[in-house]
């Protein structure tokens, strides 16, 4: 299986201009003729950093069939591949319920789910509600096979007052016996402007050993099991006083412990392409 990331730096509320930019990074990419799945990030064109319902209003769109999802449709055909992207989601059915949501469209255009994000960060509460029943998505997604979802926030600690050890997300991925498992993120990190801009295509690794802690359920279970490749789809750049922490990565977890197929810089714009045939690049934990 082959998996691209794009990891872009989206401005907030311009939304033709950010699928210019995505669509650009696409065009200077070589994206294999066999790809089997795009990944974007969270609120991939509206951006992240909205603070009320208000702010964000002239944004949403309606459930799978708004400008995101026509735009899933669109690169989905265009690289025969599957495309999965956030958007700020109004339901149709009640025009009064936002969530924070992610499409995912098949190489043919069929839309396979709509997932809405069970746990919400601070930002997100100040518009949008919680997933139905606050359940994660795990199941088949067309050709990809058993697949579990999740947006950002969701693979922390729910609200941070559950325990840590509880691994909400992970837990749910592993008792679905999902080998594949991908989120979406506009994830915040804790470096000032200036260090951002310091050292650009390097990773914020704290940042990404973080990500490893939050699925050491795997860990544990992966003498026994089998492995397990997590897409860690986010995105960069600053919004307001945010900074964002890129270093979009996808990792494998197995017997031989933790390894990273690759990882982006902290502020790079790029199309990460990972081949999953191929041995991952660095070893994070030893299993042994």
Known sequence: MKIACLQFAPELGKVQENIKRAEDILLRTHIPANLDWLVLPELAFSGYDFHSLEEIAPFLEPTTS???????????ALYKCHVT???PEITTTDPKTQYNSTVTVSPTGVILTNYRKAFLYYTDETWAIEGPSRNFFSGQLGGLGNVTLGICMDINPYKFTAPWTDYEFANTALQAGSPLVCVSMAWLCHLTPEELMQNPTQADFATVAYWVERFQPFVEKSRDGQPVVVVLANRCGMEKEVCYAGSTTILKIDAGGVSLYETLGKLE???????LNERPKFQVRSGR
């Open 66 to 76: 708004g400008i995101t999802t026509q735009w899933a449709i669109q690169t989905a």
């Open 85 to 87: 992207v956030g958007y």
């Open 269 to 275: 714009e790029k199309c990460l392409v990972v081949d």
